[in-house]
């Protein structure tokens, strides 16, 4: 289905081998593709949503018992977008992407057993949230900015409950961010990367054993990342936390519970927290036994704490 100017569109299915299409170009557009739902039916359904234009809102929602294969992808250039997808189970999989001014996106997987998810979003005042509930061995990356290097007063929220996730955040030249990172369960991986942007906040709480974190502020290029903030905690025994900090007056708060948990050495190239700049400030605090942690700042005035018990 192709629509030109004050379109709407609304595709909807109900069983076996679904397909749906729907790509509009012009003003005021709305697509809604709704497969299987309340009667939970579906099988093998994938769905396409293309808008390009001016108050664009797009609905993906999915669902699936048996056959599970859900794929779903939403694509909006332009201003005042809106675009959300419901999967709720099945071999999910996603992306989002965004291009213009004031998007808003949701993504959620609920009982995905190998989902994967893509929310990208380039522009200004843009807000990312992408949960995966349930799951075992998924994917969730959330990337804001890159293109034009324009990232400006977004909120990006991960939430991830199962074991061997993964999650990856990416912000490229943003200011006044705020992300939420949250995993439960055993085996989970978290990235969380921040380059040439300031007052920036990111929070980071993982539940459960052998998990691996790293960080990377980046000042490269001649550009200073500063006022940022991590707030780092991790419950459980087996956990493993690096990262690297450029710029200045930047805070990172780091929190491990449980033990054999280690900041620094394995599996990540650079050992520890490296700090460079002036007037950082870093406190680790590890709890419980046979804990390990490796700090090195460079710079001046800055403070370094570590706190093992």
Known sequence: ?????????????????????????????????????????????????????????AIINQRAWNNRGNEHSIEQIGTTNSAKV??????????????????????????????????????????????????????????????????NVNIANLKQIGNNNDAKFHLTWGDVNEVIIFQEGDNNYSEYTVKYGDGNNVTVNVLGDNNRSRFNVNAAWGSTSSDNSLDIQKTGDGNY???????????????????????GTSWYTTDGINIAGNSNLVNVSQFSDSNSAFVNVSGDTNTATISQN
């Open 1 to 57: 289905m192709v629509f030109a100017q004050s379109n709407n569109a609304t595709v909807d299915q109900n069983g076996n081998g679904n397909d749906a299409e729907v790509e509009q170009t012009g003003t005021l557009n709305n697509a809604d593709i709704n497969q299987g739902f309340e009667g939970q039916g579906q099988n093998g359904a994938d769905a396409t949503i293309s808008q390009s234009g001016v108050n664009n809102d």
């Open 86 to 151: 419901d999967a709720y189970n099945g071999d999910n999989v996603g992306t989002i992407l965004q291009n213009g001014d004031d998007n808003d996106a949701l993504m959620q997987h609920g009982a995905a057993k190998e989902g994967d998810g893509n929310i990208e979003q380039n522009g200004d005042e843009n807000s990312a949230l992408l949960r995966q509930y349930s799951g075992f061995g998924n994917s969730a990356s959330i990337i804001q900015g890159v293109s034009n290097y324009s990232s």
């Open 241 to 263: 936390l690096s990262g690297k900090l450029e710029g200045d007056m930047n805070e990172v708060n780091v929190i491990q519970n449980g033990n054999n948990n280690r900041i």
